[in-house]
């Protein structure tokens, strides 16, 4: 089974920065793309930022600039730097990994962290 931890979430002002952790472990062979997603009260759960095994990223429009996805392959981790955080940023924020597993037969199953919540006061 495969767990992903999410950390880094919290109360900040507009135009503060907060720094999102998340970490993949248990039984992997390998992870493919990364990402995260955020839903604020009463709407559907979007893509923020994406970023594939190779270092490739994809933002949503409304973060380009602001904030920076990355990921250590090494420690099965990855980062959502966020700067310039506007009220509109505030969501909880999860965390998801495509990881392969022999106990999946090598196919890319999605998994989920618990989320962390992230509000920015104006």
């Known amino acids: 089974q495969v767990q992903l931890v999410e950390s880094g979430g919290g109360l900040v002002q507009a135009g503060g920065s907060l720094r999102l952790s998340c970490a993949a472990s248990g039984s992997m062979f390998r992870i493919d793309a990364m990402g995260w997603y955020r839903q604020a009260p009463g709407k559907q759960r979007d893509l923020v930022a994406s970023i594939t095994r190779g270092g490739s990223t994809n933002y949503t429009d409304s973060v380009k600039g602001r904030f920076t996805i990355s990921r250590d392959n090494a420690k099965n981790t990855v980062y959502l730097q966020m700067n310039s955080l506007k009220p509109e940023d505030t969501a909880v924020y999860y965390c998801?990994?495509?990881?392969?597993?022999?106990?999946?037969?090598?196919?890319?199953?999605?998994?989920w962290g618990q989320g962390t919540q992230v509000t920015v006061s104006s």
């Open positions: 998801n990994a495509d990881v392969r597993s022999f106990t999946s037969g090598l196919r890319p199953e999605a998994y």
